[in-house]
């Protein structure tokens, strides 16, 4: 050691020897422990050399903007079947309305997790996926005809999710007389378009701040809490942390309570769709994640790329590549998955929860390593209770 009683016996007369021995110890311990950590495959400190700007402007331009637009596309189709079913509510209507949800359904998992910028200001998801829907609040708001779609009290009485309730949770034929030959025909009618109107509304509103954001969201290259770094992956790791393995899996199969809750998966009136949105959120998390353009295309300018730029390693693998790797298994897992989600969280506990520690082991990868590799922290509360 270095460290003995004889030096700690030492005089006044020698003190600013010590201090020089003690400076010199510690500046080689630092030294040493650089050394080690780049001799193990650790993270290379160079995140201030790097040039963050081309892929903030690569997700902005070529994810963020063609992703919106997408969505909005398929909700105006979306618009256009729900006044041609209202208009005249046949099974064909009613079929060709179903269609047009589920699209717009899959289009929202590209999107869901840039909830960042003007979706977060605007509380987007709120008002698009709140899930399960109330059905108490759902028919009430019908039958008094007097609702406020703006309030917080109203969150799981609209969206994907109310739509779901309104036109599948009964036969085709009984959804057909509901709006059809009901005495509050009129009112569902009226509602359902009030809920279609209110999701073109708020992705309309997030679309257009974009075209004024963008230019704030390229330029704000630092990673304190106030870039554009760190305000995008704080969003996409707590969307893959809370929204995705625990709302769509981990809440539903009762990975924290213990109890199985099929009621509480996504798209519950519609079972067949649950596990495919869930999929769908995960190939989308993994484009993004890689860099891909909204199309799908291959690019250099996504976080995976600037990881590896980084040269995070784990064991000499780069720790880009573990991420993807986990991903991939994770995705794997889950299309495994034999029935319906639905049926799943009752009837196949294990393997359910075996997709909802992969995925949680992705999870401790992207805020632990990722996180610190960037240079930034999380600044979201982990308050979900799993």
């Known amino acids: 050691m270095i460290c003995s009683d004889h030096w700690f016996a030492i005089n006044k007369k020698d003190m600013l020897y010590r201090k020089t021995l003690t400076y010199v110890g510690l500046l080689l311990v630092s030294l040493l422990g650089v050394y080690a950590c ?7 400190d160079n995140t201030d050399q790097l040039d963050r700007k081309p892929m903030l402007t690569h997700y902005a331009d070529e994810y ?7 969505l909005l596309q398929d909700l105006n189709t979306l618009k256009s079947k729900t006044d041609a079913f209202t208009g005249l509510p046949t099974t064909i209507s009613l079929n060709e309305l179903k269609v047009a949800w589920k699209e717009a359904y899959l289009s929202w998992q590209t999107v869901d997790m840039l909830e960042f910028g003007p979706a977060e200001e605007i509380g987007l998801r709120a008002y698009m996926n709140t899930y399960p829907a109330t059905e108490s609040k759902i028919d009430g708001n019908v039958a008094s005809g007097t609702y406020n779609l703006e309030t917080f009290g109203n969150k799981d009485a609209q969206g994907f999710p109310a739509i779901d309730y309104l036109i599948n949770s009964r036969s085709v034929v009984a959804t057909v007389d509901l709006f059809y030959g009901n005495a509050l025909s009129p009112q569902y009618k009226a509602y359902l378009k009030a809920v279609v109107d209110k999701m073109i509304e708020k992705t309309t509103a997030v679309k257009t701040a974009w075209g004024s954001y963008r230019n704030t969201f390229i330029e704000a290259t630092g990673t304190d809490a106030a870039g554009s770094l760190s305000k995008m992956t704080n969003a996409v790791v707590l969307y893959l942390e809370r929204f995705l393995p625990s709302g769509k899996i981990g809440y539903p199969v009762g990975a924290m309570t213990g109890t199985a809750l099929p009621g509480h998966v996504e798209a519950v009136y519609t079972p067949e ?3 495919t ?28 790329d600037y990881l590896a730029n980084i040269g995070t390693k784990d064991n000499g693998v780069l720790m880009s590549d573990i991420i993807s790797q ?20 009752s009837n196949n506990r294990v393997a359910v929860l075996g997709v909802y520690d992969k995925l949680q082991g992705v999870v401790a990868l992207l805020k632990v390593d990722m996180v610190s590799a960037f240079g930034i922290s999380i600044t979201y509360v982990d308050n979900d209770g799993d």
Do not use: C, H, R
């Open 273 to 275: 769709l649950s596990k």
């Open 326 to 345: 986990s991903l991939g298994e994770a995705l794997t897992a889950l299309n495994g998955l034999g029935g319906t989600l639905k049926d799943d969280v």
């Open 64 to 70: 963020v903007l063609p992703g919106y637009d997408a």
């Open 38 to 44: 780049t001799k193990n495959g650790g993270k290379k």
């Open 277 to 304: 949105l869930a999929a769908k959120a995960m190939e989308s998390f993994i484009a993004f994640y890689e860099g891909k353009t909204y199309g799908g295309q291959n690019t250099t300018n996504g976080m995976k």
